[in-house]
């Protein structure tokens, strides 16, 4: 089941971007001290995104909390945890399995959107409570944190371009998450990046594999200007 709901993600990412590329440089990530990834939520495919980052980019087990984890079920093959917004009894067990999952597998990384909903960039970043980090921190002792902006570009392709980068990583909350997650972004989205590394090539467009050129000599006669 984990391969096929692996190869399903693969092709809904592949289907959905041309490429998907991380910006800048890679923070040193401690090999085995839990990663709580904090990041923007812009894109249906904003989860996809982090489960390749994490699992197949870094090669470590991922945790994702996902809030309409009872429609797709099956992505607990890939980590998914349910986090239904009106179930806080199931929302505290998804905490516990968490810190479980933690203490079992050190090298575990969370990919946890503090939004907390899906919503348009064009209304930037929700605030979120920076106490959510506070009370996250206590339950998951020594564990690392580190922001992941999100920004979804069109670079002349077909398929838009997914970017990523990250922040530094950090011990404790600082209660500055938000700004530091809105910089990341903003720095996406004013330019574009050179320092990339594509981490996944996604579906060509037809305009990128075809070429017509060998039949331009029987379109000519259409550039002179008829009498």
């Avoid at 289907?15 to 923070?27: S, Y």
């Avoid at 990663?35 to 699992?55: C, E, P, Q, R």
């Avoid at 838009?160 to 922040?167: D, K, N, R």
Wanted: hydrophobic residues 40%.
């Amino acid at each position: 089941m984990q391969r096929l709901v692996s190869a399903l993600m693969r092709h809904e990412l592949r289907q959905a971007f041309r490429r998907v590329c991380w910006v800048g440089r890679w923070p040193d990530l401690p090999p085995n001290m839990p990663v709580v990834i904090y990041a923007n939520h812009h894109h249906f495919y904003d989860g996809h995104l982090l489960w390749w980052l994490i699992t197949r980019t870094l090669g470590r087990p991922g945790i994702t909390w996902m809030a309409d984890w009872d429609r797709f079920p099956f992505f607990a093959a890939a980590g998914a945890q349910p986090f239904p917004p009106d179930d806080a009894a199931r929302r505290r067990a998804t905490l516990r399995r968490t810190a479980r999952h933690f203490r079992d597998a050190p090298s575990t990384m969370l990919a946890y959107f503090p939004e907390g909903r899906l919503h348009a960039p064009e209304e930037g970043i929700d605030a979120f409570e920076a106490r959510h980090f506070k009370q996250l921190d206590r339950i998951f002792s020594d564990v690392q944190w580190w922001p992941v902006a999100i920004h979804v570009a069109w670079w002349g392709d077909a398929q838009p371009t997914a970017l990523l980068t990250g922040g530094r990583l950090h011990s404790q909350p600082t209660r500055h998450e938000h700004e530091t997650l809105e910089r990341l972004w903003l720095s996406l989205r004013q330019s574009h990046p050179t320092d990339t590394e594509t981490l996944f090539e996604g579906r060509r467009s037809p305009s990128d594999r075809w070429s017509f050129s060998f039949a331009s000599p029987l379109f000519t006669r259409y550039l002179t200007p008829r009498p």
